[in-house]
């Protein structure tokens, strides 16, 4: 079995050579005076629907089409290699009329959504596993949910048992809103513990008006503000995990229309020239 | 003073075989051979022989036809045919189809099929053809519950086609299966109506221990049926010739080490939390002392450790077999002094062990050798399956390797292992599953996880199925092809025995509808129909297992965890 990294290698070496081939040879057809936009033009384009045929092959899981993972190396460098051929195709310049412009910055949002998406799936899948319990998505609203119900009950039974209401109040005020629902997307996406030790901070303070019985409820609550803390930090890389995905094959369906629409456009008005 | 909860202390016989055995046919049976000349004097305390014959074994009465063993099933229990006769199938020239023994058939589907499964799949969980329930009519089923059986429904048919052998009252048979904890390697079944003495093993071991005469026949038998084609399939032994192998076979020695209920005493043990002290662990050999001779496992796991300050630590495991003991038996006689064993071995629940004594092996496999070759070819090996159950302690964590031996991971052929530094939770793999079984996911991706790598709640295919030992109708079993652990589905009758068994909670039982949704029940209490399922690695698919394919990240594998060095590989890729 190969390393991983021996396998980048390979295949970076292998869609560099072609890149490098692809320019050489372009530049070659454009000194001999040759309009290379209509080969690279289909050749883009027939990188383009094998890298959307990727899909149709996740939802064929039962034919024999080769491994995913054998797909989705190909999607990747095939995709990265779109980019020289989009720039060789284009001229390395920005494209002028309306159908272009918006077609090439159509092509540039799927390219740059799947380089995002490439590196958030090497990136967060690791990061996952350095926080909270492992945890299937779709449950964790259920998790929240009973976690929240966990706190409730703690807060109430200290209700019923002390005769001061500081605990369900600093409930009531700062934790109620942070159980009811998730919190601290964009800070856990970028890896920030601000809100957490901020919270953490609060509670640490708010001890010094508490008695020891109280001080004990409120470290029972420190536990599962952590806990709840760790599930949205699952949820939120998690969520990212998967909606990027819900920009990039919207977009990639957008972009064939388009270039199906270029193709129709260029063959109606290239009078004839082969 | 200490407060605490007290039972009465457990005895032998707390669970016997069977409840309906009566003092009469104890009594019936003592007036039979073997029984009735066996030397009650060598029966002595609490085991006595009514006692084995009261608790340890129970009289089955089967109808012409009624199929006692399929080959590829998996006991724990001998038969003695007390009266009538049964007829084992030889399979030299054809075998039983599948079909008539309750099995079900390999199929695997067409591209066509393949692609129907686009529009065909149900929007329901677990729906089934009602037709299909209503009978084959190639396979006959009488008995309820757990007393269920498949029968053969013209005999004098299958006695006119294939060739059988008889086996009359008095005889004994399954007894190297039930010993060995190996597959049945015959079918029997009923010629007419026939009175059967099922033993388990326990009392077998017992009467085998205090009867000279049983135990030198099953020895015999054993070493005659069972140990020659063993060896003869080592691969160290393969260049062999005939007599060679003979005198291997005579000499061997058979051991059995650990628990025949390992995996009831796991499933205990693992609820009060796994005890990491290897002491409880029944020692095969041990690191320092004399190497006797080289041991291979026959069936069974066994862990490999060496002493690491007050402890153990795991180096390894030995699945069957796989051999100990040789390096040190060539180191030895290449250096001409002899060398202590450098590793411990254990069975890890149960394992048995055949052992060749070191000059057997000096002679018939060193000297033919030669220094020269040997030297050489020492540790070079390219078979992934071949010895080498040492694992690189400077490639893979030893806190990973303990994980899966004290989990008894290692047990499976396709342990479904994820590397959650790679897995990006996309569930492509349980929607491939679920796509190829009718919309019913056969897997959790959900599991405990140790270095990253999580062992998911998948069927493991195991080695030792455990899961089939108590199937009434042979409904589970292993396909001949392949060696997938599979259920059919028209023979389940929903007893949970698989799932109960299970050490890792792989089967589930479901309750199962017809294709409006309800649910199919029985027709004299109406209560719902239930099914064991779980993972069938794609057996019926085009490609193999889903899951693995499906996978975008190389995150997911089916890990056949005999292949010590694939495993090695795969974690440190």
């Known amino acids: 079995m190969k390393t991983l990294t021996a396998r980048r290698f390979r295949n970076s070496g292998i869609a560099i050579v072609a890149a490098l081939l692809l320019v050489w040879l372009s530049g070659a057809m454009t000194t001999a005076l040759r309009d290379t936009a209509r080969q690279t033009g289909w050749i883009l384009f027939s990188m383009i629907c094998f890298l959307a045929a990727y899909n149709l092959r996740k939802k064929l899981p039962f034919l024999p089409l080769g491994a995913s993972a054998t797909w989705l190396q190909f999607h990747i460098y095939v995709g990265l290699l779109t980019a020289v051929v989009f720039g060789v195709h284009v001229g390395w310049r920005i494209p002028n009329g309306l159908v272009e412009s918006l077609l090439a910055t159509l092509y540039l949002f799927v390219f740059a959504s799947g380089v995002i998406g490439l590196f958030l799936s090497r990136s967060l899948a690791k990061r996952l596993t350095t926080r909270g319990d492992e945890v299937l998505f779709e449950r964790i609203p259920v998790y929240r949910n009973r976690l929240q119900a966990e706190v409730e009950t703690i807060v109430f039974e200290e209700l019923d048992e002390a005769a001061s209401t500081a605990v369900a109040q600093f409930y009531a005020d700062r934790l109620r809103p942070f159980f009811a629902q998730t919190r601290n997307f964009w800070q856990h996406l970028v890896q920030s513990n601000r809100s957490r030790f901020g919270l953490l901070n609060e509670m640490q303070a708010y001890r010094r008006y508490l008695n020891d019985a109280e001080r004990e409820t409120m470290a029972r609550l420190v536990t599962c503000v952590e806990a709840k803390d760790d599930l949205d930090y699952q949820f939120s890389l998690q969520a990212t995990l998967k909606y990027w995905l819900f920009v990039h094959v919207p977009l990639t369906y957008a972009l064939l229309v388009f270039a199906i629409l270029h193709l129709l456009l260029v063959s109606a008005y290239s009078g004839g020239i082969s | ?573």
């Open chain 2, 1 to 573: 003073m200490p407060t605490f909860e007290s039972i009465q202390r457990p005895e032998r016989w707390a669970v016997p075989f069977s409840t309906e055995m009566t003092d009469a046919d104890v009594d019936r049976l003592l007036t039979i051979e073997p029984f009735a000349s066996l030397d009650a004097t060598r029966f002595r305390g609490k085991v006595t022989l009514p006692g084995i014959l009261k608790n340890d074994t129970r009289l089955v009465r089967c109808q012409p036809g009624d199929i006692v063993v399929r080959q590829g099933d998996w006991g724990n229990s001998a038969f003695l045919v007390v009266a009538g006769n049964v007829r084992v199938e030889l399979g030299s020239a054809a075998s039983l189809p599948s079909e008539i023994l309750g099995r079900q058939p390999v199929h695997r589907k067409s591209l066509f099929e393949s692609i129907a499964q686009l529009w065909r799949n149900s929007s329901d969980p677990e729906v089934r053809e009602i037709a299909a329930y209503r009978g084959d009519p190639r396979i006959g089923t009488r008995g309820t519950g757990e007393q269920t059986r498949i029968y053969l429904q013209d005999v004098s048919t299958v006695l006119d086609k294939y060739q059988t052998a008889t086996i009359e009252a008095g005889q004994f048979f399954g007894e190297s299966a039930a010993l060995g904890r190996t597959p049945r390697s015959a079918t029997v079944f009923a010629e007419r109506s026939t009175e059967l003495l099922e033993i388990r093993w326990q009392g077998l071991r017992d009467l085998m221990r205090r009867d000279d005469a049983l135990q030198q026949h099953i020895d015999a038998v054993f070493r005659e049926r069972a140990l020659k084609l063993f060896l003869m399939n080592t691969p160290i032994f393969q260049h062999l010739g005939t007599t060679e192998i003979t005198e291997l076979t005579e000499g061997a020695k058979f051991e059995t080490h650990g628990q025949y209920d390992w995996a009831g005493s796991f499933k205990r043990l693992a609820k009060k939390g796994i005890d990491t002290d290897l002491q409880h662990e029944p020692l095969i050999a041990e690191e320092g002392n004399h190497t006797n001779g080289v041991i291979i496992v026959r069936s069974g796991l066994a862990r490999l450790s060496r002493r690491h300050e007050h402890g153990h630590q795991t180096t390894g495991y030995l699945t069957p077999g796989q051999i100990f003991g040789l390096d040190e038996i060539i180191d030895g006689w290449l250096g001409k002094t002899p060398k202590p064993l450098t590793h411990s071995l254990r069975a890890i629940g149960i394992a048995n062990v055949v052992t060749i004594p070191t000059h057997l092996i000096e002679r018939l496999l060193l000297e033919t050798t030669g220094r020269r070759s040997l030297a050489r070819n020492k540790a070079k090996t390219t078979d992934p399956l071949a010895n080498q159950p040492k694992i690189d302690a400077t490639r893979i964590n030893s806190d990973f390797v303990e994980f899966l031996v004290e989990n008894r991971y290692i047990n499976g052929t396709a342990t479904m292992l994820i590397d959650m530094d790679r897995c990006t939770r996309c569930d492509d793999c349980v929607r491939a599953c679920a796509s190829t079984h009718d919309n019913n996911p056969r897997f959790l991706r959900q599991g405990p996880i140790q270095n990253n790598i999580m062992v998911a709640n998948a069927c493991l295919h195991c080695e030792d199925p455990v899961c089939m030992i108590e199937c009434p109708t042979g409904a589970i079993h292993r396909q001949m092809e392949g060696g997938q652990v599979v259920i059919n589905d028209e023979t389940c009758i929903g007893c949970s025995a698989c799932a109960n068994n299970c050490l890792y909670n792989a089967i589930r039982m479901v309750d199962v509808r017809h294709e409006d949704g309800d649910f199919i029940r029985d027709d004299r209490k109406h209560a719902p129909i239930a099914k064991a399922t779980k993972c069938d690695l794609c057996s019926d698919q085009l490609g193999g297992p889903a899951c693995q394919r499906a996978c975008p990240h190389d995150a997911l594998i089916r890990m056949d965890m005999r292949a010590v060095q694939q495993l090695t590989d795969w974690y440190t890729r």
